[in-house]
């Protein structure tokens, strides 16, 4: 791992980072329990286990003090009328941030706190995210044929709490109503 200053380039249209650690591919199977339309989930993934999103990771020494970074790419789709998004964690370390800059498409980012405060926020190219400690995030692909790119960066020991929202899921939901982008309260969403 370098411990000299080191710079990297994220070209566009095709934001593959000149430098990379790993390269993480989520298929709808790791999103099982999370779209409302458990029925049309199910005939989805018998058809095709389809790759939702990817992420590109530049590692460095998961210690506070470090900083992660990488890119986030969301496909765009649907299951049902819920568009295609990320699993969506708590960092392990709750009181630690993260900043999103989004390079390409549109979306949204949803966020919650443990005490379940709910936030959504529209995420469109040259803006600026900046997810407090504490909040949940998860983002969501609202584009009918672009994908979400963005760029994160996080400190090292943050860690990733997937089972706190495999478990509650989100409080909101983005969802596609007859053209119209509208975000919903989950209705399967527990404290
Ligand atoms: C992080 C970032 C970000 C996130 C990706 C994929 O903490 O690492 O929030 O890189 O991991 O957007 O989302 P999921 O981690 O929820 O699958
Ligand atoms: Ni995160």
Redesign the pocket.
Known sequence: MFDAPFTFSIPLPLPIPSRQDNH?R?RLSSLKGQFLDTAEYKRMLAEEDRLV?E?Y?IRRPKVAGEL?S?I?I?HPGKVGSEFFM????F?TVLDTP?V?YILKGEGFMVMETPEGEACVEPLLPNRVLY?PPRWA???VCTSRQDDLV?F?V?PGN?G?D?GT?EEQGFRKLVVDSGGRIEIIDNPRWKK
């Open positions: 993480i989520r999103y992420v990771e992660l990488g986030s969301v990320t699993k969506g964690h960092h993260e999103y997810v995030h998860r983002s963005t994160f996080y943050a990733h997937y929202i």
